[in-house]
T-cell receptor, first 113, second 111 residues
């Protein structure tokens, strides 16, 4: 069964460093999403992406964040200058249709020291 | 304000029990998702529904649009059902694709 994959599974970085989180969505899906979950808190929407551009973004998704689909398979989330409060689990998801079922990746656990 | 509330926050059951987890939301929605989050953190989509009822194996999800309420039922619960169950909605008044999540219900099924 097709699945969303994410790399790395864990990342530790120093405050101020740039990180890139990678996702490979399900191949025939057209809509892509990033979410984050700070430890012990709710999952929060960050951004949705369709047709090579951002379609929605939340207040969390400020200028430090960017997303890209550099080729036909990868979907990346870049955090330019990490802060301690960026420590969280980051989930990628994809869906075939805009309001359709979203399939989640296993997540990347980011720790900023 | 668009809000999603789940209850209970924590639920402990004995193996074989019938379990109900509730989700209520503040305003009209386009769709509601039930998700399962495993202890390692991974999230699995269980159901997406906008009306009526869906069933998959021992899991049943229902939604009452008028009452702005959904329930997830697990019949003949098993210890492997232990996980966090999360309700997430697409509000009609908000973005068509921006899911708003509940806080989750931590379910523990004891053998």
């Amino acid at each position: 069964e097709p699945e969303v994959t994410q790399t790395p599974s864990h990342q530790v970085t120093q405050m101020g460093q740039e990180v890139i989180l990678r996702c490979v969505p399900i191949s025939n899906h057209l809509y892509f999403y990033w979410y984050r979950q700070i430890l012990g808190q709710k999952v929060e929407f960050l951004v949705s992406f369709y047709n090579n551009e951002i379609s929605e973004k939340s207040e969390i998704f400020d200028d430090q964040f960017s997303v890209e689909r550099p080729d036909g398979s990868n979907f990346t989330l870049k955090i330019r200058s990490t802060k301690l409060e960026d420590s969280a689990m980051y989930f990628c998801a994809s869906s075939e249709q805009g309001g359709g079922t979203q399939y989640f990746g296993p997540g990347t656990r980011l720790l900023v020291l | 304000k668009n809000e999603v509330e789940q209850s209970p926050q924590n639920l402990t059951a004995q193996e074989g029990e019938f379990i109900t987890i509730n989700c209520s939301y503040s305003v009209g929605i386009s769709a509601l998702h039930w998700l399962q989050q495993h202890p390692g953190g991974g999230i699995v989509s269980l159901f997406m529904l906008s009306s009526g009822k869906k069933k998959h194996g021992r899991l049943i999800a229902t939604i009452n649009i008028q009452e702005k309420h959904s329930s997830l039922h697990i019949t003949a619960s098993h210890p492997r059902d232990s996980a966090v169950y999360i309700c997430a909605v697409l509000f009609k008044s908000g973005s068509a694709r921006q899911l708003t999540f509940g806080s989750g219900t931590q379910l523990t099924v004891l053998p």
